[in-house]
T-cell receptor, first 113, second 112 residues
Framework: DTGVSQNPRHKITKRGQNVTFRCDPISEHNRLYWYRQTLGQGPEFLTYFQNEAQLEKSRLLSDRFSAERPKGSFSTLEIQRTEQGDSAMYLCASSLGTGREQYFGPGTRLTVT | GNSVTQMEGPVTLSEEAFLTINCTYT??????LFWYVQYPGEGLQLLLK?????DKGSNKGFEATYRKETTSFHLEKGSVQVSDSAVYFCALSESYGQNFVFGPGTRLSVLP
């Protein structure tokens, strides 16, 4: 068990470009969560999956954001037409279903210039 | 909606001092409560949790008691160490295992 991993750890992009982040959860975990954290704030929930099904999306997840978990294992979060306001740390977490705590990855720091 | 409020930081203490970080919450139901810690350059780690009223979570010398009457979950440690320097987040989950609502975090610096 190597924990939750995220790639890349850092991403710098120009406004208007598309970016994609990847999260690999702990292997036996069926739930996967995405959060966004800005400087000086706590993480804010974006969306979560149970296996390959996306069960809930936050109002923070605008139309420019899309997340997938095609085979119920790793997940990707794509941001289209990035804006400066998208600059943040994007966190992924996983858990072994209902009733278990979430384990967080180290995050991907996005900077939009 | 649900929310979590924490005392503002940064909090600076000398080694072996007593620590309290206040956390209060607003929830429509009966949430589970958590403290997470984020050390510099690392991801969030679960520090302790409590799933029902009057439960006390404890880990690594830290404690927090779920107080339903005051909607609070204050974090305490009797004697802090330099290695406890980190950002501490209070969080709640309406259904244990569902998405969390986090507080803004409190940065703790412990000086030798």
């Amino acid at each position: 068990d190597t924990g939750v991993s995220q790639n890349p750890r850092h991403k710098i992009t120009k406004r208007g470009q598309n970016v994609t982040f990847r999260c690999d959860p702990i292997s036996e975990h069926n739930r996967l969560y995405w959060y966004r954290q800005t400087l000086g704030q706590g993480p804010e929930f974006l969306t979560y999956f149970q296996n390959e099904a996306q069960l809930e999306k936050s109002r923070l997840l605008s139309d420019r954001f899309s997340a997938e978990r095609p085979k119920g294992s790793f997940s990707t979060l794509e941001i289209q037409r990035t804006e400066q306001g998208d600059s943040a740390m994007y966190l992924c977490a996983s858990s072994l279903g209902t009733g278990r705590e979430q384990y967080f990855g180290p995050g991907t720091r996005l900077t939009v210039t | 909606g649900n929310s979590v409020t924490q005392m503002e930081g940064p909090v600076t203490l000398s080694e072996e001092a007593f620590l309290t970080i206040n956390c209060t919450y607003t929830a429509t139901g009966y949430p589970s409560l958590f403290w997470y810690v984020q050390y510099p350059g690392e991801g969030l780690q679960l520090l302790l949790k409590a799933t029902k009223a009057d439960d006390k979570g404890s880990n690594k010398g830290f404690e927090a008691t779920y107080r339903k009457e005051t909607t609070s979950f204050h974090l305490e440690k009797g004697s802090v160490q330099v290695s406890d320097s980190a950002v501490y987040f209070c969080a709640l989950s309406e259904s244990y295992g569902q998405n969390f609502v986090f507080g803004p975090g409190t940065r703790l610096s412990v000086l030798p």
